[in-house]
């Protein structure tokens, strides 16, 4: 209400907590607000001051004249709107529906982006596959390579253990046993990768299904690789 | 000390609620969704916020129309309402804001003395106490008031507020508004007094 906090209330500065005298006034209208040390202070004040006494009975006096107006204003109701037309007016004029604070119209907000933050993890992690069917996937970190001197695989070359030796075979020359360079010393392709195929245990079985002839070439190959 | 305590002025007004908010219930119910807990809020200070919009707009037609739009503006912020203050007093604050609004809004259409600084300004109404009466009389003595002390006594003894209340509109602490209210009292017997002589 006030538009200047700062102005002075009043003609003489109040104590922090107000004299006994500037309280008695509020005593007499009203001793159940008072703190129970302020009413002490003003009682034992009125117990030993008759003047403190005389003064409680003048701002007694004045507050009757002032209660009693007010009353008389209220009870006669002069120039009073009709209130139950005054409540059915302001009951049209606002919403049917109560409304809610913008924080509390996007309270739902938090739980979303909850779930919608754990949901993106879950499928993130799902979709790193740690293992795989089929083929057998290892990693060869290019600093085991480096370190053991040895040129990085190529893409499509894998060790394979045959007869007691490592040999890698060239798996992009399609059909090994049917590549006319099969055999040949060709010079090995060396792209770098980070990992190389093994191929898989089951896809061994062609092995068997080699006829005389191809296991003879593949005798060559290797002792020609061994040589 | 027998008649001093048989003078005492225990407990006299132990109607007044100065701990416990009662309206606070009806809020907590309307921020949960209960509409019909504003109606009850509607019922039950109308008649307080129209006598203080009263005060400022000298019009009761006037007075019923700022305090419905006070209610409105109300009902647009009671979701938000965090109980700093007791719910009345947020509700007579918004009538007052409506009320020093509408003064702006209709400043031309008042007469000088009824303009924004009614309320709070000296503004003796010589129309009021011609009649001569006694509540005239002590309205104009009332008028006399410096602001912050006028305002608290009027709150205080024709709004029937608590001193927290009080302190809640006049923007002071409470041992301030019983300061205030002390020194209005004061004053205003002065006046009486010097008129009485005169």
């Known amino acids: 209400m006030s538009r200047d906090p700062g102005e002075p209330i009043g003609p003489a500065p109040a104590a922090p907590g107000g004299s006994s005298d500037e309280l008695l006034t509020a005593y007499v209208d009203g001793v159940s607000e008072l703190s129970p040390a302020d009413r002490r202070r003003i009682e034992a004040r009125l117990a030993g001051d008759p003047a403190a006494r005389a003064e409680q009975a003048a701002v007694r006096t004045v507050l009757d004249q002032?209660?009693?107006?007010?009353?008389?204003?209220?009870?006669?109701?002069a120039g009073e709107p009709d209130w139950a037309a005054m409540e059915r007016s302001i009951r049209r004029a606002v919403s049917t529906e109560v409304p809610r604070p913008w924080w509390r119209r996007w309270k739902w907000l938090a739980p979303a982006a909850t779930f919608a933050t754990a949901t993106t993890v879950m499928v993130l992690m799902w979709s790193r596959p740690t293992t795989v069917d089929g083929p057998v996937v290892i990693s060869h970190p290019v600093t085991d390579r480096t370190t053991r001197d040895t040129p990085p695989a190529p893409?499509?070359?894998?060790?394979?253990?045959?007869?007691?030796?490592?040999?890698?075979?060239?798996?992009?020359?399609g059909d090994l046993l049917g590549d006319p360079g099969f055999g040949d010393d060709e010079p090995e392709r060396t792209t770098a990768t980070d990992e190389v195929r093994l191929l898989p245990a089951t896809d061994l079985a062609w092995v068997d299904q080699l006829d005389d002839a191809a296991l003879e070439r593949a005798e060559r190959w290797l002792a020609g690789k061994k040589g | 000390m027998d008649a001093f305590v048989a003078g005492l002025p225990v407990l006299e007004r132990p109607t007044r609620v100065t701990s416990e908010d009662p309206d606070r219930e009806l809020a907590e119910r309307f921020q949960s969704g209960e509409r019909a807990a504003f109606d009850l809020l509607v019922r039950r200070h109308q008649?307080?916020?129209?006598?203080?919009?009263?005060?400022?707009?000298?019009?009761?037609?006037?007075?019923?129309?700022?305090?419905?739009?006070?209610?409105?503006?109300?009902?647009?912020?009671?979701?938000?309402?965090?109980g700093t203050a007791s719910v009345r007093s947020w509700l007579y604050r918004i009538a007052i804001n409506c009320a020093l609004s509408w003064l702006r809004d209709h400043r031309r259409e008042q007469p000088a003395e009824l303009a924004e600084d009614a309320l709070t300004e000296a503004n003796p109404a010589p129309a009021r106490i011609s009649a001569g009466d006694d509540r005239a009389w002590l309205r104009a003595a009332i008028d006399q008031l410096p602001p912050k002390q006028k305002l608290v006594l009027e709150l205080r003894v024709f709004d029937d507020l608590s001193f927290r209340e009080v302190a809640e509109l006049a923007d002071c602490s409470e041992n301030t508004a019983k300061v205030n209210f002390h020194y209005a009292v004061k004053r205003l017997r002065d006046i009486l007094g010097a008129d009485h002589e005169s």
Request: charged share 30%; no cysteine.
């Open chain 1, 66 to 77: 002032l209660r009693s107006s007010a009353t008389t204003d209220r009870a006669s109701g």
């Open chain 1, 155 to 173: 893409d499509a070359v894998v060790p394979l253990w045959l007869d007691g030796d490592e040999v890698d075979v060239d798996l992009s020359a």
């Open chain 2, 47 to 82: 008649k307080g916020m129209w006598r203080l919009v009263r005060r400022y707009v000298k019009s009761d037609a006037d007075a019923a129309d700022v305090t419905q739009l006070a209610f409105v503006r109300a009902f647009r912020g009671l979701a938000a309402f965090r």
